[in-house]
Structure formats: C-alpha cells, structure tokens
C-alpha cells in the first residue's frame, strides 16, 4: 500500500517524537538524576568541610582549655596524699607529729586498710521554730535582701561543688594524752596546719580529725560551786521571806559546822598535813580518744603528648 504524502509526514513526525521520548528517558533523564545526586553529594561535602574547619578553628582554644583544667587539677590533687598503704599511711602520720607543735603524747597506734571515703560540702543550716500563731503572723512576708543573697551564694556554691566525689582514704586511730586539755585542743587544731611541700610551693594536706569529746572537769567544778552558792542563797532568803510573811522573827543563820578550824589545830602535824597537797599523775593526765583520716586522690596524667598527636593527626 502506497502512503500519501500527508500519511509520510505524520508517520515522519511521529517518529521524531518517538525518537525523543526515547532520547530523553534513556539518555537525559538519567543525567539530569546524576546531576542532581552529584548537587546533594556536593552540599553535603561541603557542609562537612564547613564543619570541619570550624573544628580546626576550634583546636587551638580547646588545647588551652584541656592544658588549663590539667593544671587546675594537677594543683588541686597536691591537695591531697597518693594512695597510702599501711606502712605509708604511718609514715604519714609521723610526719604529722613531727609538725605538730602541741606538747602530747600519742599511743595505741592502728592503722585501718586503705578504702573510699564520699566527700561533700556541708551548709550550716539554723533551726527554725514553727507553730500555728507565728505561722499566721507571718504569712507573705517576703525574704530580705541579705537572706535572698545568702540563699544564693548557697545555690552557686552547691550547683559548682556538685554531689559530692568519692575518694580513697586510709584512717589512723589512736590515743592522745596531755597534762593540760589545751593541749588536746591545740593537738586538734593541728590538721588545718598540717603543710608539705608540693612542687616547691608549701600546701595545705586533705586530712580529718574524728569526733572529739572532752570533759572539762574543772569548769564543771566550777558551776557546781556557783550554783552550790545560788541554791544556798536562794534557800536562805527563801526561809527569811517564810518567817517575815508570817509575822515570826527570823531566826539567826546557823555557823557551817562542816568547816574545819585550820587557825588552832589540835594536831600540828594534821595541820601540815592538810597544806600539803598530793597529786598523782595519773589523776592529772588527760587523754582522748580520736582518729585522723588521710584523703587520697590520684594525680592527672599530663595531656600535652596525646594532643600533640592530635595536632599532627591529618583530617581528611
């Protein structure tokens, strides 16, 4: 069958259409999808580029500050003692007592096993009186000033000193004696004194005295006899305010019979005898019982090698 020319073009036009259909989706449409995973692998190479000079910008500032918090860190552990065993931690403790300015004497020496031991900062806190009518009376008022302020130098403090750090500890207890109980005090007062050399600069040592107790039997004797004096007193004008309300005369005091007439002893001897007091030492010494705790807290290892192989690390 022989086509007109009419029928030649049209089938002549839709081969060309067909051709390019078939050109674009076998050829154009598959680059322009390369292109454009080309474009959004391009983007993101460059985002990351963009991120990693910003990461090298950031190296010389961040060595500064890893070097600053190694030494704040290295001067604080000076603070405290390296890991003591027993026979270290009685080193330590001799060295303590050669420091130790208080005349006394120390026994019964025990050394415990190295351990742990939690440290956290402790805020005193005064005890406050409530009920119903202060309550009422009290209701909106608002703080002061110095009470907010106080309030918030405590949070400061709380939020930077945190929970709290475990560290290691050794704990010496003993006996400590004295002839004079200011001595035990000033024995006590020793541990925020107590100062090494660390790095050629003097620092003060991570070490805690136990709870203390002590009688002071002298004072104590002392108020006995005041208030022996006030209810002695007290009984008397007692009595003369009894006999005068009721209209009687008021009898004479009594002499105190208890007390021995020393001005004419029958006894010379018993005379000579009471002058001289004896004293025995073991009624004149006072000890106490406590104990001494050594914080231990391990030095940093200098960073200064690690980053400089980071340094020279290459980033691709």
């Known amino acids: 069958m022989k086509l007109s020319k009419q029928e030649r073009i049209g089938a002549f036009v839709i081969a060309i259409i067909v051709i390019l259909a078939l050109g674009i989706f076998l050829f154009i449409k598959p680059r322009f999808e390369?292109?454009?995973?080309?474009?959004a692998t391009l983007e993101s190479k460059q985002q990351e580029l963009v991120a990693a000079v910003e990461k090298q910008n950031t190296k010389d500032p961040l060595r500064d500050q890893v070097l600053a918090a190694y030494?704040?860190?290295?001067?604080?552990?000076?603070?405290?003692?390296?890991?003591?065993?027993?026979y270290d931690a009685e080193a330590e403790f001799r060295a303590f007592l050669e420091q130790c300015e208080a005349n006394v004497l120390v026994e019964s020496l025990s050394v415990s096993s190295?351990?742990?031991?939690?440290?956290?900062?402790?805020?005193?806190?005064?005890?406050?009186?409530?009920?119903?009518?202060?309550?009422?009376?009290?209701?909106g008022l608002e703080p002061s000033d110095e009470e907010l302020?106080?309030?918030?130098?405590?949070?400061?403090?709380?939020?930077?000193?945190?929970?709290?750090?475990?560290?290691?500890?050794?704990?010496?207890?003993f006996t400590v004696n004295a002839i004079d109980q200011e001595e035990l005090l000033k024995f006590c007062d020793e541990v925020n004194s107590y100062v090494k050399d660390?790095?050629?600069?003097?620092?003060?040592?991570?070490?805690?005295?136990?709870?203390i107790s002590m009688d002071f039997a002298d004072i104590q004797a002392e108020y006995d006899e005041i208030i022996e004096e006030i209810q002695e007193r007290a009984a008397s004008d007692a009595t003369t305010a009894l006999y005068r309300n009721a209209g009687l005369p008021v009898p004479a005091a009594q002499p105190n019979t208890t007390t021995?007439?020393?001005?004419?002893?029958?006894?010379?001897?018993?005379?000579?005898?009471?002058?001289q007091e004896v004293l025995v030492l073991e009624d004149n010494i006072y000890s106490l019982s406590t104990s001494i705790t050594f914080y231990s807290v391990e030095h940093m290892q200098d960073p200064t090698e690690q980053l400089d192989q980071q340094d020279n690390t290459v980033i691709l």
């Open 260 to 275: 021995p007439n020393t001005e004419n002893p029958t006894d010379p001897n018993a005379s000579n005898a009471q002058e």
């Open 71 to 86: 030494r704040q860190g290295e001067t604080l552990a000076d603070m405290f003692f390296p890991e003591l065993c027993n």
């Open 34 to 39: 390369a292109i454009q995973s080309t474009t």
């Open 198 to 211: 660390e790095h050629g600069t003097p620092t003060r040592k991570a070490l805690m005295i136990g709870g």
């Open 114 to 139: 190295p351990g742990t031991s939690t440290l956290t900062a402790a805020f005193y806190s005064e005890s406050e009186v409530t009920y119903d009518l202060k309550s009422y009376v009290t209701q």
């Open 149 to 173: 302020a106080a309030a918030n130098r405590q949070f400061i403090l709380s939020e930077a000193l945190g929970s709290g750090q475990t560290v290691g500890s050794t704990t010496i207890s």
